[in-house]
């Protein structure tokens, strides 16, 4: 038994902890709209393999994707944007009740919302993208089904990685935003009401 303990404390030092864990950062203000959706289930959102690693991925000047491995995400990247999209489409549509999949509410949400990206990718020092497209359907009594492709480009204000975390909280947020529009825009009768 006690070799057996030995062995398992040597292994545990011989791999090293990264050393540093990154957050998307607080949310930022929005601008409340109106829309007659009372309700929103958003899946989880579907990304490239390279960005939903734990490991922090970036463009190198050559246009390569380089992985740290010192680095990690402090949240699974797909949970971590889909509830901060979540939370900020939330706080743009405050009369609907707005959360991730599974849906946690007795009555059926009036819209679902499934978020495809392509492409997210920083450059430290440079820029942030943030490509895909997004589906907002009724799965009930309404009629709504909506294809939207969006491309979003948001500065890195540095060359850390933090700084690439930054811009990563910053596009998702304008990708919640634009989601907010298109349901804002939606009339009532689209949602089977009257």
């Known amino acids: 038994m006690r070799p057996l303990l ?3 404390a040597l292994l545990a030092g011989c791999g090293g902890a990264p050393d540093t864990l990154l957050l998307l950062e607080p949310a930022g203000a929005v601008t ?5 959706v009372r309700s929103i289930e958003v899946r989880e959102m579907s990304l490239p393999y390279y960005a939903e690693r734990e490991e922090v991925a970036i463009r190198a000047g050559d246009g390569s994707v380089v992985v740290s491995d010192q680095v ?3 949240d699974l990247p797909s949970r971590a944007l889909t509830l901060r999209v979540v939370e900020t489409l939330g706080r743009v549509l405050p009369e609907a009740d707005v ?5 946690p509410l007795l009555s059926p949400p009036d819209l679902r919302v499934e978020v495809q990206v392509a492409s997210l990718i920083g450059t430290p020092g440079g820029a942030l993208e943030l ?3 997004y589906f907002i359907v009724s799965d009930g009594r309404g009629s709504v089904e909506e294809a ?32 907010g ?11 089977g009401r009257r």
């Open 6 to 8: 030995m062995t398992l």
């Open 32 to 36: 409340p709209l109106s829309s007659p």
């Open 72 to 74: 990690l995400w402090a």
């Open 99 to 103: 959360a991730a999949e599974p849906w």
């Open 131 to 133: 490509a895909g497209q």
């Open 148 to 179: 939207v492709t969006f491309a979003i480009s948001e500065e890195v204000r540095g060359d850390s990685l933090a700084d690439v975390a930054a811009a990563q909280t910053r596009a998702s947020e304008k990708l919640a935003l634009l989601i």
């Open 181 to 191: 529009e298109s349901v804002a825009a939606l009339p009532e009768r689209a949602l």
